[in-house]
């Protein structure tokens, strides 16, 4: 069996039968001439909606690095999500999601789904008694973030896979915080793996996708089924982008992980910082369970302000090489606050995150002016107390 970093560069990827290049080619074609009427080629492509050349290198890519027999990406991760839960979920049906799961999947149960009578249920995945108590007759989804966003919580994973296999649910793990190089979701049981590849799959900030991964046959087909019939699919220039990304994923997950392990360091002894929130540290309720499933931490990390809210306003604001932007898992750090960004939607919810809430996307670059920057910012918040 090959290694990570080998299926990441080579996994889809063989050298061009034509020409010999060892890169995989962005085909833009919208459309294939066939054989004859109603005869495909040898590649079986008959329009680029159904299939693309570039798109299925990554997608056969993505597959190898999850450990799964089927990848099928998608033009963002919210299309990836919308699709999956219009084959897994019908009117009636309920779901699982996690007390403080990402925005965006907030947002689509709660305001797509639920009218049309799709119900739902925010539980602690870690708490596994508490998601026993949450499951219906009905529930037909459990919805597994670990690390969640932004409050990097951890679900065991193969312990809710468990509580999962005697229900008639469906367990999904949005993979995107940990990436599949820190995190094998479907060797611990998960039915699929989700991806927003615009995060660390890609990594440079510099494309849109989504992307999920199965072992499971019959769903496989009816994901691409619904993809086709819905149109979530990327752009060959898009594909190319994420699995240019992905050849590099394992060295930079390393990189991402020694640094945020320095800042963390610093935020949790410096007085502007009330909490730290990494599962990375022992003090972290999740800390064991993380450890057990993922190679290592990863690189976001969140903190609340001591100051409050106008205190981590001014931490976002006065970063230099922390640039404040919304998204996550790029070469360059990041900050932002995200009760006024990314989880605006869950503002007034029961999902809201605390006002003082900062959350860092340490990327690769010299961990010491990472440092210096963000030790500035938090000095100038302690002085203006």
């Not at 005869?39 to 693309?52: H, K, W």
């Not at 539980?123 to 966003?149: F, K, M, Q, S």
């Not at 610093?266 to 003090?283: C, E, N, S, T």
């Amino acid at each position: 069996m090959r290694g990570f970093a080998t299926n990441a560069i080579h996994a889809g990827q063989e050298p061009d039968p034509h020409t010999g290049a060892v890169i995989t080619p962005i085909h833009p074609s919208s459309t294939y001439a066939q054989d004859g009427v109603g005869g495909l080629r040898a590649g079986g492509y008959e329009y680029s909606r159904s299939a693309n050349p570039t798109r299925t290198a990554l997608q056969e890519c993505l597959a190898a690095l999850e450990g799964g027999r089927h990848g099928i990406v998608f033009g963002s991760g919210m299309g990836a999500t919308d699709v999956l839960m219009r084959v897994l979920l019908r009117p009636g049906d309920h779901v699982v999601i996690p007390h403080d799961a990402y925005g965006g999947t907030f947002r689509i149960v709660d305001k797509v789904l639920a009218p049309w009578d799709v119900q739902y249920t925010p539980v602690d995945l870690g708490d596994i008694g508490a998601l026993r108590a949450a499951l219906r007759p009905n529930t037909r989804l459990i919805w597994c973030e670990t690390p969640t966003n932004p409050l990097l919580g951890i679900a065991d994973i193969a312990a809710v896979a468990d509580v999962a296999r005697g229900t008639n649910a469906r367990m999904v793990v949005d993979n995107t915080f940990a990436s599949p190089y820190l995190q094998a979701p479907l060797a611990l049981g998960a039915d699929v793996v989700l991806h927003s590849t615009t995060k660390y799959v890609g990594g440079h900030s510099d494309m849109i996708g989504g992307a999920l991964v199965t072992s499971d046959d019959a769903l496989a087909e009816e994901l691409r089924f619904t993809q086709n019939a819905t149109g979530s699919v990327p752009g060959p220039f898009d594909a190319w982008l994420a699995l240019r990304g992905a050849k590099t994923l394992a060295l930079r997950m390393e990189r991402h992980s020694d640094n945020a392990e320095r800042i963390v360091e610093l935020l949790a002894g410096h007085r502007a910082v009330d909490r730290v929130y990494y599962p990375g540290l022992p003090a972290h309720p999740g800390h064991e369970v993380a450890a057990k499933q993922m190679r290592r931490f990863g690189g976001m990390v969140s903190f609340t302000a001591a100051g409050g809210r106008e205190a981590a306003l001014r931490i976002c604001e006065r970063t230099e090489i922390f640039i404040l932007a919304e998204s996550l898992g790029g070469v360059e750090s990041l900050i932002e606050h995200p009760a006024a960004m990314t989880h605006l939607s869950v503002a007034d919810s029961t999902l809201a995150v605390p006002d003082s809430l900062v959350r860092l996307s340490v990327g690769i670059e010299d961990v010491e002016d990472l440092l210096d920057d963000l030790r500035s910012a938090l000095d100038a918040a302690v002085a203006a107390t």
